[in-house]
């Protein structure tokens, strides 16, 4: 199975740190980010859990639940998040999946099919299980990033693809390159120009195809 941008995800059964539900009873009606990683106990991913701990007021802020996925086992993640409380002063508050039957990674694509998890395997046999995943209240697959196991993830730009997100969602807009909150969003291009002048009021037509507006 590949997932695909707008695809509804799948609702597995999961079992995690802080007890069993499916991914639908757990997304809701809420913004949710899903996380994973290749392994317990890895220098990288240690440093990302704690981030993701340390940004909690920044999810609340955004109403949006955050989830963590490893291949390991569910005693392995409570001792794991003994690490990264030590390493970031914070305590890891979100739930981890122990995906030792890597449902998860191959129902998210993030391993073939035929994938297993070999004897005194290393974080080489599931290298590709480092994806960030952004779902909406719809249980639909919003966005994803995939990131090789060398390069720490950026959650400042996680932040900002989810408020960009919310706001497109929100207000039936598109955001160009770069873009932060408060500033100039796009009028996307199937709206024509008398009903972006009725819904945004003034904008800005920078191109024939590209009009810019500050919503108030």
Known sequence: ??????????????ETDQGKFSLHEFVGESWTILFSHPKDFTP?????????????SEWEKRATKVIGVSVDGVEDHKKWKEDIKSYGNYNPNFPIIADANLAISKAFD??????????????????????????GPDKKLKLSMTYPMTVGRNFAEVIRALDALQLSTNKGVATPADWQIGQDVIIPAAVNDNDAKEKFGTFEKVLPYLRKVKLE
């Open 110 to 135: 993030m391993l073939p099919a035929e994938a297993y998890l070999p004897d005194g395997r290393t974080p080489n046999d599931t290298a590709t299980v480092r994806s960030v995943f952004i779902i």
């Open 44 to 56: 990288v991913c240690t440093t990302e859990f704690s981030a993701v701990a340390q940004l909690e």
């Open 1 to 14: 199975m590949t997932m695909r941008i707008n695809d509804i995800i799948p609702d597995i059964e999961v």
